[in-house]
């Protein structure tokens, strides 16, 4: 069965951090990109950090480059975020996702909540 458990959400001010997880299961974790998304009420789903499957590379939305850092483990199947300098516009659920390089399936967490605010 595949799990996608993202953890790590939660309430915090501007200017602080939040560290999320990514706990993965049932599929070839080191064979799969690894990518996070954000949704907010009303919007579409945005992609905000992806990591290549040996974690050589990592690509970033402008508007968390220099603030958040995807980085994964293969030997344990987890990924993170490491979110730093949050914004109030930060605030959304944040999922979790995962695209095998094996057979082009994407797998999708259940998300976690976030919310920046005083």
């Known amino acids: 069965q595949v799990q996608l458990v993202e953890s790590g959400g939660g309430l915090v001010q501007p200017g602080g951090s939040l560290r999320l997880s990514c706990a993965a299961s049932?599929?070839?974790?080191?064979?799969?990109?690894i990518s996070w998304y954000r949704q907010t009420p009303g919007k579409e789903r945005e992609r905000v950090a992806t990591?290549?499957?040996?974690?050589?590379?990592?690509n970033y939305a402008d508007s968390v480059k220099d603030r958040f850092i995807i980085t994964r483990d293969n030997d344990n199947n987890m990924a993170w975020l490491q979110m730093n300098a949050l914004k109030p516009e930060d605030s959304a659920v944040y999922y979790c996702?995962?695209?095998?390089?094996?057979?082009?399936?994407?797998?999708w967490g259940q998300g976690t909540q976030v919310t920046v605010t005083l």
């Open positions: 996702k995962a695209v095998s390089q094996l057979n082009d399936y994407e797998y």
């Open positions: 049932g599929f070839t974790f080191s064979s799969s990109t």
């Open positions: 990591i290549n499957r040996t974690g050589s590379m990592t």
